[in-house]
């Protein structure tokens, strides 16, 4: 039963990315990278990974889905025809899918308890977490104490991106106008 | 090969396959498509799809969410995963704002956001400047 949500689910979200590839019009193309972004929230639920699944939705639903509206506001909402013909990138597309395909044939089958993922480092921390830690929720007690370095890190990189927009797009009102007063 | 063709292995696998399939149409919209809002999202695709493998590899069937509860014999998902990628989730839209932010900027500048486009005008560009440099030559050497 888990096994086929799991697969209709990701079905679904294939779907998805092979109409996102397809269409034009970047309003939808927006929109149905919002519904990929859910659609990968689920799955991500049926796998067990809820903290994952809420900041799939939160980040990948909302913020981005708000940006990358902001940006065609500002830009352009229709895609055009490319003028190259796509033979070549879908040929080599294949070739690595081939390829990454291959690779898998040799890893244990999904949800085996006896895969070499579930039998190094993972039941240690799921043993000593509640005793060291004292919080319920592992994923927290890894992100926020074992690893609270790697976190301080990311924020980092989220400062550092936000720094960089700000320096992109600070002053923008003030061009279009000094353009506008100009012309 | 006669293994692909065994329901178990098959099943067992699908969701890798899948995950590849994913992985390769966002990576064909990144090569593929000239428009670079288009890119982002081919981009994020691809992203998703890597999630989905790690997340794919901590399931445990049978097992719950790695949030303790009262029962001892209780089975739990490999929470190494997830707190690897809650990492990468934040990281993606920091780079995903970044891009669009140059996007942005890239169409003030040039007026489009198509990769084509602005190669062209990146191009008439140069060639203005070449003929620039062309016209002025023989009028240094005149003065000198």
């Known amino acids: 039963m888990e096994l086929t949500i799991t697969l209709l689910l990701f079905f679904a979200l294939v779907t998805t990315a092979v109409a996102i590839a397809l269409l034009r019009n970047l309003f939808a193309v927006v929109m149905l990278s919002g519904v990929a972004s859910l659609l990968a929230a689920l799955l991500f639920i049926v796998m067990d990974a809820v903290d994952v699944a809420f900041t799939e939705a939160a980040v990948g639903a909302g913020i981005s889905s708000v940006l990358m509206l902001s940006t065609i506001a500002l830009t352009a909402r229709h895609e055009k025809i490319p003028t190259r013909s796509s033979l070549v990138p879908l040929a080599i597309v294949s070739l690595t899918g081939m390829v990454l395909i291959y690779g898998t044939l040799d890893m244990p089958n999904f949800g085996s308890a006896d895969a070499p993922v579930q039998t190094h480092v993972g039941p240690e921390y799921i043993q000593r977490t509640p005793k060291e830690i004292h919080v319920p929720n592992i994923v927290t007690g890894v992100l926020a104490s074992y690893r609270g370095y790697d976190t301080l890190g990311e924020v980092t990189v989220v400062f550092t991106a936000g720094l960089g927009v700000i320096l992109l797009l600070g002053g923008i009102g003030r061009r279009r106008r000094r353009g506008k007063g100009q012309s | ?144």
């Open chain 2, 1 to 144: 090969m006669d293994r692909i063709f065994n329901a178990e292995f098959a099943l067992g696998h699908m969701n890798y396959w899948l995950f590849v399939i994913l992985m390769m149409t966002g990576l064909y919209i990144v090569v593929a498509r000239g428009n670079l809002l288009k890119k982002i999202v081919g981009l994020n695709l691809f992203q998703v799809a890597v999630f989905m493998l790690y997340i794919s590899m901590g399931k445990v069937s049978g097992g719950t969410a790695p949030i303790l509860i009262d029962n001892p014999n209780q089975l739990y998902s490999n929470p190494l995963p997830h707190v690897l990628i809650l990492t990468a989730i934040v990281v993606g839209i920091a780079t995903t704002s970044l891009g669009l932010a140059l996007i942005v900027r890239i169409n003030e500048t040039y007026g489009t956001i198509e990769e084509d486009e602005v190669l062209e005008i990146d191009h008439q560009m140069h060639a203005d400047e070449v003929a620039k440099v062309e016209k002025l030559k023989p009028a240094k050497l005149d003065a000198s």
